[in-house]
Structure formats: structure tokens, C-alpha cells
């Protein structure tokens, strides 16, 4: 009898260590409850003390939406004292800090943020062993502003966006993957534009058999420099995914940009096509059809020496001749449109003329650059009627002795051409 005693009576001591195990955890919890209270997000100290050995003091934070949460944490005379941040149920933990050597007159702050979903979540502090003391805790939210679905973490959960949206998503401590799909109805030119916020991130694209057609690593983002990526291709008819994902622990928005890539068919140049020698003219190009995906143009000069473009249409000219101003549009279309401008000679100066006694006449003036040549003209009619015209090389110098002519008053004008 004896021997069929002693298992009992283990069985009975193990009956009651699990009995008691079961109340303490019990009364452990009642009183976390008991302790919990609300911490408003609104960035101000609530002060809070510790004055029992063993003793904890629990806040309750809500966010209204997924976005970012900020918890600070002031220790004074506690001494050594621990907090922790956790989900509301409190069986996953985000943050455990231990914060000793604090003082009454020399306190330690710190500071602790996260990216987190919707919902509650609870902040527990308390002492380290036997130290007790005071406290400050305080709490405050960014929203994400996000419009992704809370679901899109598969391929068959993934959310449908049309092309021609867009839709800023959130990745967070416990959202760690967001699906998208796009429906394809026939063969076209697909652009999607990735704005990375997030410090490391990739994008990957699946087509309907779920295999990976792309994959890129956009990496040194952040909130406030956000990284452009930019995926174009000529896509078959058919459904395809867009997969993002963090690289490490990374959190933070993005936004995702689906466009049908409209390209340029042709470009049509206005302005004036004549000009002065020395003086600008404002080109214009209007893209055909008008409402390009991308709009960007580049313009170039065929002859610098005659005429120089910049990147607004402004052409500058420097010397007489003819040039060819292109425009040509970077949208991958290999569209571009050639402008020929002339460039007329400027207006010379009036010329120096002296008619010597032997019946010659003598006519000099100042060249230009870039011309062909010079036209005089001399004649004793003030309107230059029955006038003489005399046609030189710019190469020749820049007077001539005219023969032939009698002894009166020359009227002459010079031109180059």
C-alpha cells in the first residue's frame, strides 16, 4: 500500500504547484489590467512612480490608423528600470530597454519609434529587482496616410489597381509584404513608377504563372528623400503582380504609379524661321498626341558657330548662314523634329567713302563675320537710282578703289549677304 501512496501524493503536490502556478499568473494579469491606462498620443509627459518591488505600471496606446508611434521615456530616482512596448495582448514584443544610472538629478530620456498597424498597444515599466522611483512617459502618432488594402499579402489577396492609379502603401513591424495586380487587355507599353521611402526595399514583377519577370533593389531612401525607380516594358495580354518587400527590418511608405505609356508620334516647331545675326528667337514644340506620358524634350544646335539652343526653345545667334535647331523627345520614341533657321546678316555700319580727284573713288567699311561677301553701291542720286553695285569676297579686304567715275558728290551704301 505504501508504494501505491507515494505516486499519488506526487501527483497531488503537482496538482497544487499547477493550481498555484495558474492563480499568480491569474492575479499577474488581473492586475495588469487593473494598472492599464489610456496614454493619449498627443506628445505630453504623464508622470508615473514605481514604489513597490515587483510592481508594474501599464499604458494603453491607440492608433486610429497604421502610421508611426513615438514613445518617450523619462527615468528620474527608479534607479534601474526596464520598459517594454508590446501588441495589446502582449505576446509580441517590439521593444525591451533597460535604463540604469538615472537619478532624480540627473534623469535619462529616451526615445523609441515604430511602424506600426492599426490598433492598441501596451507599454509596460517597471523596476529592476528591489528599485523603485519615478517616471515620465509620454506618446505620439504620424499617421501613414495610406490607402492600400490591409489585406494584400499574397498573390491571391493582392489588390487590383487600374492603370492610370496610384496608391501609397506602408510596410511595418508587422506588415512585412503588399501585392498588387494589374489586368493587361491586350499587347501595350506598361510604366510603372516606384516611389521609395522606405531606406531599403525591393519591387518585383510576376506574371500570371508566377514567375518573376523583374526585380530591383532601391536602396538610401527616406521620408524626406524619397528614391524614383521607374519600370517600362512592352507587356502581352494577361494578369501580372507587383510585389514590395523591405530588405532587413526596413519600414515606410511608398507609392506605387501604373500608367499605359503613351509615347510621341510626332512634334511640330513654331517661332520665327529668319533672324538677325546677334539676336534670340523662341522656339515652341508641341508634342502630337498631347497627353505623352513623358514630355521630355531635348533640343540641339547643327552649327554652334552660327547658333546655340538651350533646353526652354531660346535660340541664340552669333553670325549670318542657315542651321538646323532638332527637337527630340526622350520618351524612348526616337521622335524628333528639325527646324532650319536662317540667319541674316546685321546691319553694317555706314561705310567710309572719298572721292579723289583722279576719278577714283574710295570705299572702305567693317566686316562681319560669317558672311558670304559685301555689295557697294555708289551713285550721285541721293535715292540711288542709276547706282553702280559692285559685289565682294569677304575673303578680299575691306576697301576698293572704284574707277571710272567723275568728279561730284557719291552717295554709297554697303550691305553684306
Not at 183 to 211: C, F, G, H, Q
Not at 246 to 257: Q, V
Not at 353 to 377: E, F, I, P
Request: proline share 3%; aromatic share 12%; hydrophobic share 30%.
Amino acid at each position: 500500500m505504501r508504494r501505491s501512496e507515494k505516486p499519488l501524493k506526487r501527483i497531488l503536490a503537482c496538482v497544487i504547484l499547477c493550481m498555484s502556478w495558474i492563480f499568480f499568473v491569474t492575479t499577474r494579469t488581473e492586475a495588469a489590467t487593473i494598472n492599464s491606462v489610456p496614454l493619449a498620443t498627443d506628445d505630453v509627459w504623464v508622470s508615473g512612480s514605481i514604489n513597490t518591488s515587483g510592481e508594474q505600471d501599464f499604458y494603453t496606446v491607440h492608433m486610429p490608423s497604421d502610421g508611426w508611434l513615438t514613445v518617450g521615456y523619462q527615468a528620474f530616482d527608479i534607479g534601474d528600470s526596464y520598459i517594454e512596448i508590446k501588441n495589446n495582448d502582449m505576446t509580441k514584443q517590439y521593444k525591451r530597454d533597460n535604463v540604469y544610472t538615472s537619478s532624480a538629478t540627473s534623469p535619462i530620456t529616451r526615445s523609441y519609434e515604430f511602424a506600426l498597424e492599426q490598433g492598441d498597444y501596451t507599454i509596460c515599466i517597471y523596476g529592476c529587482g528591489s528599485h523603485v522611483g519615478e517616471y515620465r512617459v509620454k506618446a505620439s502618432f504620424k499617421p501613414a496616410e495610406n490607402n492600400e488594402s490591409s489585406s494584400n499579402d499574397t498573390f491571391d489577396t493582392a489588390m487590383e489597381i487600374g492603370l492610370g492609379s496610384q496608391v501609397t502603401g506602408f510596410l511595418s513591424i508587422d506588415d512585412r509584404i503588399d501585392f498588387y495586380k494589374i489586368n493587361v487587355p491586350y499587347k501595350k507599353m506598361v510604366r510603372l513608377v516606384y516611389t521609395a521611402r522606405i531606406p531599403d526595399s525591393y519591387i518585383e514583377i510576376w506574371n500570371s504563372e508566377y514567375v518573376r519577370i523583374y526585380n530591383e533593389n532601391i536602396y538610401t531612401a527616406a521620408e524626406d528623400k524619397p528614391i524614383v525607380h521607374v519600370f517600362e516594358q512592352m507587356l502581352e495580354p494577361g494578369t501580372y503582380y507587383i510585389k514590395i518587400l523591405p530588405c532587413g527590418g526596413n519600414t515606410g511608405r511608398y507609392t506605387l504609379l501604373s500608367q499605359e505609356k503613351i509615347v510621341t508620334k510626332s512634334i511640330k516647331i513654331s517661332g520665327k524661321n529668319k533672324v538677325v545675326a546677334g539676336k534670340t528667337v523662341q522656339l515652341k514644340a508641341s508634342l502630337n498626341p498631347a497627353n505623352v506620358t513623358d514630355p521630355t524634350i531635348e533640343w540641339s544646335s547643327g552649327n554652334t558657330g552660327i547658333a546655340t539652343v538651350d533646353q526652354n526653345g531660346k535660340v541664340k545667334t552669333y553670325r549670318a548662314g542657315r542651321v538646323n535647331i532638332t527637337v527630340s523627345a526622350k520618351d524612348g520614341s526616337n521622335t524628333s523634329k528639325v527646324f532650319s533657321l536662317i540667319v541674316t546678316p546685321k546691319k553694317m555700319d555706314k561705310p567710309y567713302a572719298y572721292n579723289y580727284y583722279k576719278k577714283r573713288l574710295y570705299v572702305s567699311w567693317q566686316t562681319q563675320s560669317g558672311v558670304n561677301g559685301y555689295q557697294v553701291q555708289y551713285s550721285t542720286k541721293k535715292n540711288f537710282s542709276k547706282a553702280t553695285t559692285k559685289k565682294i569676297s569677304a575673303s578680299s579686304s575691306s576697301y576698293r578703289y572704284f574707277s571710272g567715275v567723275k568728279k561730284a558728290k557719291y552717295y554709297v551704301r554697303c550691305k553684306s549677304w
